[in-house]
């Protein structure tokens, strides 16, 4: 089972449409740097993909981003083709004016949304690769008391144009009371600000009574408690990713210990779909309604 990523398990008729074309899904983590963005792209998915080859052990594999990095992965996974684009970015550090580090992050997602507007008025339409950022992992400073400047700033400029997820970073060096207290503070300054993350679709009705309990837990974690790490540590003769301590470990997969199940979750099955809809949508019509009058004038 754990040798999945998990995508497969992507509801019925999204499988089926899958299996036949392929599934592309395009993410993208942003916030200042230090935060663990590469290291938590590496956590979701890189590792598992080679799991049968070698397993970087020791986390200075990971180098320091210093400009837009986009890997691009097919995995297939029980007849489903998934072709992932994720992109990783330098992040930034406390200046609201630091435009230069956080304009190209902008510029990217604009200009993924122009190349599928130039296929789209193309002549081959059928078959448009699609690079567009479907969501955005906004990194949160545990460090910090909420939100900064430069985070308002940047999330104002990101929320017309992609799917914000905020995730509190880091989160195991802060205690359960201090994740408890800076999540709803952040949630607080998010709304005080009009900033618009992600809206989680409301559960159908007639779901049954484990999936409401599911997508109620999933929606009360959000910011998304996360911790990251490339160590593959043994504890109790099973093999798992977690971030050792003198107290003990950090388990990554563990839900008692953060929320990074429940993100992997959403991400690669229940709300994947969502999150393209809402970016071909809202998202891009946006874009292309801009783009359009802007051709009028
Ligand atoms: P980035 O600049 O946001 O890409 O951050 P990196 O992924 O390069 O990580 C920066 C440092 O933080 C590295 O030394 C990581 O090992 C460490 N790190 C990454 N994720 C976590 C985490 O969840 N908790 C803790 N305590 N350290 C982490
Ligand atoms: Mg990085």
Redesign the pocket.
Known sequence: EDEFIGFATLPDQVHRKAVKRGFEFGLM?V??????????INSLFLTDLYKDRKIPKV?ET?K??VHIEKKQLEIEERGVRLRLTIV?TP?FNDSVNGEENWMPIIDYIDSQFDQYYQAESGLNRKNIQDTRVHCCLY?ISPYGHGLKPVDIAVMKRLHTKVNIVPLL?????LTPKEVKRLKAKILDEIKDNHIQIYQFPECDSDEDEEFKQQDKALKSAIPFA????NTVVEAGGKKIRG?MYPWGIVEVDNPKHCDFGKLRQMLISTHMQDLKDITADLHYENYRAEHLAEEMK
């Open positions: 983590v916030g200042e740097t230090g935060l663990g963005k590469s290291t938590l986390e990971i320091k981003t990783d992040g990194f970073a880091k989160s195991d060096i996360v911790v990251g790490s971030r």
